[in-house]
């Protein structure tokens, strides 16, 4: 049967992408196949994560390219020659322009480690964003995935799932919390979501 073919944008560790992987050996996720990974690093430890499990790497650096025109036509020249269906965002701290989202509405999915939409939106990214919920004082907090359009964070929710925070938690203690219990669950549910939707039309 035909498979939702799946690029996964990265940036960093890619703890989100080896989520993916494993969700994808572990039979979570049985419409959708990871086709490419791409990376805006050069040294994103992702990459390592990529290669490990076979899937094909792409690293587009926006310095190199000079524009966010450029580098968006290269992500798209890749997306092309990849035949991708779906693209997910997993830790991608580069914000895309509306001008790439509005080719792919409903193509584009993101995780987000926060409640949306509480601590979302520009500057709202990483360890920030932890920072910024234990800075307010919030009981719980958690993650998102949704639909990426113009407004950063702002597309439609897919997914969402709640964590306690605890007394002595710092941002880092959070970070991990979010990432065990929410995002490394949702994203690939939502992956395996969308995946069957896109195979079933
Ligand atoms: C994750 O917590 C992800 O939700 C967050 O960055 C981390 C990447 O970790 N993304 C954002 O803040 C996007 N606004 P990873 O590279 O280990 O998946």
Redesign the pocket.
């Known amino acids: 049967m035909r498979k939702a073919r799946i690029a996964v944008f990265?940036s960093?560790?890619?703890?989100?992408?080896q989520a993916l992987i494993d969700a994808s050996a572990s039979g979570i996720i049985t419409d959708g196949e990871i086709s490419l990974v791409i990376s805006n690093s050069a040294t994103a430890y992702?990459l390592e994560r990529a290669a490990r499990a076979g899937i094909p790497t792409e690293t587009v650096l926006k310095k190199e390219l000079g524009s966010q025109q450029a580098f968006e036509n290269a992500l798209i020249a890749a997306l092309d020659r990849y035949e991708i269906d779906l693209i997910v965002l997993?830790?991608f701290?580069s914000i895309l322009s509306e001008s790439f989202t509005s080719k792919y509405p409903r193509r584009i999915i993101?995780?987000?480690?926060s409640l949306i939409p509480s601590f979302c939106g520009k500057g709202?990214?990483?360890l920030h964003?932890h920072e910024a919920a234990l800075a307010y004082g919030v009981k719980v907090t958690g993650?998102t995935v949704h639909f990426v359009n113009e407004i950063p964070d702002g597309g439609e929710i897919i997914l969402q799932r709640a964590v306690n925070i605890l007394d002595n938690d710092t941002p880092e203690t959070l970070?991990r919390r979010v990432?065990e219990q929410a995002?490394w669950k949702i994203l690939p549910e939502a992956v395996q979501k969308i995946s069957k939707e896109i195979i079933a039309l």
């Open positions: 990265v960093g560790g890619g703890t989100n992408l992702a997993a830790g701290m993101n995780v987000h480690p709202f990214y990483g964003v993650a970070q990432m995002e």
